[in-house]
């Protein structure tokens, strides 16, 4: 028994030790102070302030009228009121629009064929053809959804108005043209934007560069000087790196229980993005995230030789978790290699989850997949960490003593 109370007080001491040392070394470290800063409240709003318009609206476009018929002109009037795209007539030809799209003055090109007009009265099948830059996605999409529907619509017309020709009433002729009305809802993002889309997955991804970018510079710089048994003397004894694992772990959660509900609570809010759920349900499910970060953090910043290592090692690594989370591309077209890869990812549950919970309007329940992932995420990298803080201590201990 007295073996046992011995025990807790010692790992008591090792805990509120490695949670003292470690706070302070943050708060004093102005590198850390900045980054965190930097990552998680400037990156975010001025990510959030570049995507705040939501959706692009008046895309120029340069429509060449080959026809200058009613008809035509009436077409053009149609694609001119929808708010998405601009209608530039000025065009003559196609070569002479290429150059203003080439000189980026518009981004896409319609052209209206030469007897359009007459085609469409005798029964003729003509077609509108229509160029984007499908190097832009949201303007290839913009351009070609407005210059879809406005077609579709325009055909809709002229249909209904063959079957009034024929004596037919309007509600007759409208129902004959459709007789399945398709109702479409966009569940969600109801305006499609992409701030609303990308900003909820922004976040998760910064909280984990953040994380495993501030572990990365404090162990680095220990890794330097030689100074991690000196931070944490009690480390190489039996039953202390759990302890330590623990206490750096709480710092780390303990700060992002600050930084999250400002990111959610306040850049959101700001930029008018959507949370849809409980602020206790996102700090529930943060919590293996965090925890598997700071672990994972640990382990990998012991092959940090410098504190610059830890920089440019996740500055790379960053563009290739959110290609993995599988919210840029399907997961399902991924091969099986990279397939298991995106599993051992925190960020790939953590934003899979966090996205689900704020956006989605989902049960906790809903997101207990990518919990329960977490939680055997942190029980690995809690593994790992410890290794990896047994050999980097004991190397440095060995060096010492050569020294």
């Known amino acids: 028994m007295n073996f046992l109370i011995k025990k807790y007080f010692q790992a008591k001491i090792s805990f509120w030790n490695t949670v003292s040392t470690e706070w302070n070394a943050i708060k004093n470290d102005k590198a850390i102070i900045s980054t965190y800063i930097s990552l998680t409240f400037l990156v975010l709003i001025v990510y959030t302030y570049i995507y705040s318009n939501e959706v692009v609206k008046e895309v120029p476009v340069a429509v060449i009228n080959q026809d200058e018929s009613k008809t035509s002109r009436d077409y053009i009037a149609m694609l001119n009121s929808t708010e998405g795209v601009i209608a530039?007539?000025?065009y003559t030809d196609l070569q002479e629009a290429k150059l203003a799209y080439y000189a980026n003055d518009i981004m896409g090109i319609v052209i209206i064929p030469k007897d359009f007009g007459n085609d469409l009265r005798r029964n003729r099948q003509t077609t509108i053809t229509t160029y984007a830059d499908a190097s832009n996605m949201i303007f290839y999409k913009r351009v070609l959804e407005e210059v879809s529907t406005i077609t579709g619509y325009f055909n809709a017309g002229i249909a209904i108005n063959k079957e009034m020709a024929k004596g037919n009433s309007m509600a007759l002729a409208k129902s004959n043209y459709t007789p399945i009305q398709i109702v479409s809802t966009s569940l969600f993002n109801t305006s499609s934007g992409y701030a609303t889309y990308i900003i909820p997955i922004l976040t998760a991804l910064i909280v984990q560069l953040a994380l495993l970018m501030g572990i990365g510079i404090i162990n680095g710089s220990r890794k330097e000087d030689k100074g991690l048994l000196q931070s944490f003397p009690r480390l190489l004894k039996k039953g202390c790196t759990i302890p330590f694992l623990l206490?750096?772990?709480f710092v780390y959660t303990a700060l992002f229980a600050v930084i999250l509900p400002i990111q959610i609570g306040i850049v959101y809010s700001l930029f008018s993005i959507p949370v849809r759920s409980s602020l206790c349900f996102v700090y529930l499910f943060s919590i293996p995230y965090l925890l598997s970060v700071i672990f994972l953090g640990i382990a990998i910043s012991s092959l940090f030789k410098r504190r610059e290592d830890a920089i440019v090692f996740l500055v790379l690594t960053s563009v290739p978790s959110l290609m993995l989370s599988g919210l840029s591309f399907p997961m399902e077209g991924f091969s099986p290699f990279y397939q298991q890869l995106?599993?051992?990812?925190?960020?790939?549950?953590?934003?899979?989850?966090?996205?689900k919970l704020t956006q989605m309007e989902a049960s906790f329940y809903e997101v207990s997949t990518e919990w329960n992932q977490l939680w055997v995420l942190t029980f690995w990298y809690f593994i790992l960490a410890i290794i990896a803080l047994k050999i980097q201590s004991r190397n440095e201990q060995k060096s010492k003593k050569l020294l």
Not at 342 to 353: D, H, M, W
């Open 88 to 90: 530039i007539t000025s």
């Open 247 to 249: 206490g750096k772990g």
């Open 342 to 355: 995106a599993k051992i990812i925190p960020s790939t549950p953590g934003i899979n989850g966090f996205v």
